[in-house]
């Protein structure tokens, strides 16, 4: 069973139906190649938010989408690195390799793409953590608890959670 499949089996069916992306744009706007994991993703999936509390973008979703949110997201990373460069260890779009955020949590910890090493990079107030693979890959594990993220709440994900387009 593939990532997607197994994601797919945990989410269940798309609260709505996804809107058409032009990957084109979207990478020429972005700078950089999105990863097939998120593709394949967004082209099932609208917006999301599962059990309330972390948010997976889109880039076609109307606004906070994947180029809005992001782009508010990296300017609040930028001002955290500027103030302490260890605070965030990581370039940052549009740096070569910089990481840039697909989703975010009602904790305000963002969760980024590091295409510079190909794996998840949660960032928060309680400092930052990586998850080595891919962004279905990172979902999977922590909605099957098989990976906990230090700087998620022990709650999450609740037992039987729910997800919903924002």
């Not at 917006?47 to 300017?75: E, K, R, Y």
């Not at 549009?94 to 904790?107: D, K, R």
């Not at 998620?152 to 039987?160: I, L, Q």
Request: charge should be negative; proline fraction near 13%; aromatic fraction near 12%.
């Amino acid at each position: 069973m593939s990532a997607r499949s197994s994601l797919a089996d945990l989410l269940g069916p798309a609260p709505s139906t996804a809107p058409p992306v032009d990957w084109d744009q979207t990478e020429q706007r972005l700078g950089f190649p999105v990863p097939a994991d998120y593709r394949a993703w967004a082209a099932d999936y609208p917006q999301i938010t599962i059990d309330g509390f972390l948010t997976v973008f889109h880039p076609a979703a109307t606004p906070p989408n994947l180029f809005t949110a992001a782009d508010d997201l990296l300017v609040f990373d930028r001002m955290l690195k500027e103030a302490d460069p260890e605070d965030i260890p990581y370039p940052l779009q549009p740096e070569p390799g910089g990481l840039y955020p697909w989703g975010t949590t009602m904790n305000s910890e963002r969760l980024h793409w590091y295409p510079a090493g190909d794996r998840v990079v949660v960032i928060g107030r309680a400092g930052n953590w990586e998850h080595p693979g891919t962004m279905t890959q990172f979902l999977e594990d922590i909605l099957t608890r098989q990976v906990i993220c230090p700087l998620f709440p022990d709650t999450f994900p609740r037992p039987g959670f729910t997800t919903a387009s924002t």
